[in-house]
């Protein structure tokens, strides 16, 4: 029971963190209608920021946490969407209207890349530092077993809860939320309607990129590990989320992401650990099997 | 990069230099936390260090390659818009070009025959000349899902995978022999195919790429988890090598290949051997493939590449055709994994990561999606750029993701993209000629 309540805590964390990169697919695929096989890349290059920015602010003696997490978050938010930016522009942008396939092998090569780049930079040693956030405290203790709520579990929930918040905002009731959808429905109308398409394609990125940023700092303050392989695996694993809730809907990716985290916690603790990426992997091909427009998707009809 | 360059406008020098002053800045944002700044293990704790030397000269080199590749880029779009006037897409060169790559085809075939005879001591050679051929091999092997089916298959390292390790245990638990074990890993690695694809075969494209990239890595999670049978990361070891005909390589009286012919023995027979062993199989794939792409199933391959929903109208089983592409496709990856095997001797999950998908997939991609000699253009290059120095290999795989993003647009087809049928239909009357 106890055991159960903690998996339950460390899921959701995890679940927070693959649902806000899963938005970052699930937001791209919506518009323009191609995975951003470079998305969990993306969010790599943050938790690599994030480690720079840490290392740095120690170094000047920055002892105060909050400043700490706030400062490297905003550099890291900033640099991160610039990263997004320039992945679009030089990666998809000038594949729009081609194939299907071109643009997935330009983002394959766009991951290659931002991979290789970065083990060329910043080396391809894991990048340890030491703790941010450290303590939490303990909710309860059952049969000798005490269930512990970390700060930076806590951090990462709340932090999500408030993105999703000012996303949903931003999404639903802003002008450039309204342009986003817009573009989503009909490309050419909303381009007639004098409305910069390639503009909001950008911004989408930049978006997308900002929330895999956060992502990254706070899996960087929780973990306080980093190498350049990390965006691989969590890529994969946000991309089964953003299918699993629908792809295409906002709190469908929010959604996959948590119970893709569940699912992953609860097999940790009860079944084989080491078969977690296989268990995630067969949830995808089941969704895609059964319920290919997931959970809050809707069908999506195939035009010639 | 794609710029909009009316005709009419020319930029002036100072929108020019304005433009690469953009990138520049970009580039400065790019790098700032790249390549300006790093953290360094020092004693046990980061230490960050700087580099703004560095910085300053890829800014810079931004800013004169944004100016330079402007002009150029412009200068080579005013001279294809007039060429494109005069001259329709469909070239009569395209007969040429075919003749042309044909030659260039048989001018390999010739080189590769011989390659072991002109460097005969140099085994370093070889056996460089032997890695190429398994990535050709494998080439040609995802090129009848990628380039004909139009399918993006980005876990064929699972199929490669299957078939090494049913080789590696059917020799060393059973002690089956390479020949016997060619065509029951190929099965089983098609077997594996059809398991892949029977359930996802009906997703659309991209779908597929992610379904085939989990499946795997679900393959080599299974291998290093599963200790019972693979034995794990150690991988297998002291894999029996290939023989010719019951006649092993190695030193002794009894009957091996040097005795048995009369010959002194050289540990240089066995690497040319496996040399031939694997040209021969590469060539087989090829005839077969080649031969496929006649028949009414390859031909169905390229309609759907073309058109699936047209291809469903007219009557053709999507499935099926998709299918036998994913199982054949699976099988000649399953043949080179057997060869692999039996060359290295050893084989592990670390030879069967998403890197080797990535590569034999930017194989097919550079060299032209269905171009059977593209392949083995990409594959020499590929294989032979890292050789060249310790220095380049560290740099191969960022240059193979950005030859990936470049080549895919300014070519999306790859280098010697064939997007033609492979037959056509000739013996139609032409205007005016009707009876």
């Known amino acids: ?304 | 990069m794609g710029v909009v360059v009316s005709a009419q406008h020319t930029p002036s020098l100072a929108e020019r230099l304005k433009d690469a002053a953009s990138v520049a800045f970009i580039a400065l944002l790019l790098g700032i936390p790249m390549l300006g700044l790093t953290t360094v293990d020092q004693g046990g704790a980061l230490r960050v260090a700087t580099r703004w030397p560095v910085l300053a000269a890829f800014v810079a080199l931004c800013f004169a390659g944004r100016l330079i590749a402007r002009y150029a880029f412009e200068r080579w779009q005013l001279g294809r818009r007039s060429q494109e006037r005069t001259k329709n897409r469909a070239t009569p060169s395209s007969r040429r070009y075919g003749v042309l790559t044909n030659w260039l085809g048989w001018g390999c075939f010739a080189s590769a025959l011989f390659l072991p005879i002109l460097f005969s001591d140099n085994r370093y050679v070889v056996d460089t000349a032997t890695t190429v051929l398994i990535y050709v091999m494998l080439g040609w092997g995802l090129n009848v899902v990628v380039g004909l089916a139009g399918l993006l298959n980005l876990g064929y390292a699972a199929f490669y995978a299957v078939g090494a390790y049913a080789y590696a245990l059917l020799a060393t638990q059973f002690g089956w022999g390479f020949w016997q074990a060619l065509p029951v890993a190929g099965a089983l690695a098609a077997g594996f195919g059809l398991l892949l694809g029977w359930p996802t075969l009906r997703l659309r494209g991209d779908y597929l790429a992610i379904v085939t990239l989990g499946f795997g890595e679900i393959v080599r999670v299974v291998l290093v988890n599963w200790t019972d049978l693979s034995n794990g990361p150690n991988g297998i070891a002291s894999i029996p090598r290939p023989t010719f005909f019951g006649l092993p390589f190695k030193p002794g009286d009894e009957a091996t290949f040097a005795s048995f012919f009369g010959i002194e023995f050289s540990p240089l027979h066995r690497i040319h051997f496996l040399y031939y062993l694997i040209l021969a199989l590469a060539m087989l794939t090829n005839v077969f493939v080649s031969r496929l792409r006649k028949l009414p199933i390859g031909r169905a391959w390229e309609a759907i590449r073309e058109d699936e929903i047209a291809c469903k109208a007219l009557g053709i089983n999507v499935t099926q055709v998709k299918l036998s592409a994913l199982a054949i496709s699976a099988m000649l990856g399953g043949a080179a994994g057997v060869f692999f095997a039996a060359r290295q001797g050893f084989i592990s999950p670390e030879s069967f990561t998403f890197n080797e998908s990535a590569i034999v997939l930017a194989i097919v991609v550079l060299g032209g999606t269905g171009s059977q000699l593209g392949v083995v253009l990409s594959s020499l290059v590929l294989v032979l750029l890292p050789e060249l120095g310790r220095d380049f290999a560290d740099y191969r795989m960022l240059l193979f993701g950005a030859a990936m993003i470049l080549i895919m647009i300014w070519r999306p087809g790859g280098i010697l993209a064939k997007r033609e049928p492979t037959l056509r239909y000739s013996a139609l009357p032409r205007d005016g000629e009707r009876p």
Not at chain 1, 19 to 26: D, H, K, R, S, V
Not at chain 1, 166 to 194: H, K, P, W, Y
Not at chain 1, 210 to 217: D, Q, T
């Open chain 1, 1 to 304: 029971m106890a055991l159960a309540l903690q998996q339950l805590i460390n899921g959701l964390t995890l679940g927070a963190v693959y649902g806000l990169i899963a938005i970052g697919y699930t937001m791209v695929y919506g518009i323009i209608g191609m995975i951003n096989f470079a998305h969990g890349d993306i969010y790599m290059v943050s938790a690599f920021i994030a480690v720079t920015g840490f290392t740095l602010l120690s170094a000047f003696g920055v002892s105060s946490v909050p400043l700490a997490i706030i400062v490297v978050l905003v550099v890291s938010v900033a640099f991160t969407s610039v990263y997004g930016w320039a992945v679009e522009r030089t990666a998809y942008r000038p594949l729009r209207g081609s194939t299907r396939l071109a643009p997935l092998i330009s983002a394959i090569g766009m991951s290659i890349f931002l991979q290789n780049m970065v083990q060329l930079t910043q080396g391809a040693r894991v990048k340890p530092i030491p703790p941010v956030l450290v303590g939490g405290f303990d909710v309860l203790t059952i049969d000798g077993f005490t269930v512990h709520l970390a700060y930076s579990q806590m951090l990462i929930v709340l932090v999500t809860v408030a993105l999703m918040l000012v996303f949903t905002f931003v999404i639903n009731r802003t002008s450039f939320g309204r342009q986003q959808r817009a573009c989503e429905q009909d490309r050419t109308m909303t381009a007639l309607l004098g409305i910069n398409v390639d503009r909001t394609i950008s911004f989408t990125f930049m978006l997308g990129a900002m929330l895999a940023a956060v992502a990254g700092v706070l899996v960087t303050v929780y973990y306080g590990v980093v190498d350049f392989y990390i965006g691989f695996v969590v890529g994969i694993k946000a991309f089964t989320a953003a299918v699993f809730g629908g792809i295409g809907s906002l709190p469908g990716a929010m959604l996959g992401g948590v119970l893709i985290g569940l699912i992953e916690a609860f097999w940790v603790a009860y079944l084989a650990p080491e078969y977690k990426d296989v268990a995630t992997f067969s949830l995808l091909i089941l969704v895609l099997m059964f319920r290919p427009s997931g959970l809050l998707g809707r069908p999506e009809v195939e035009k010639v």
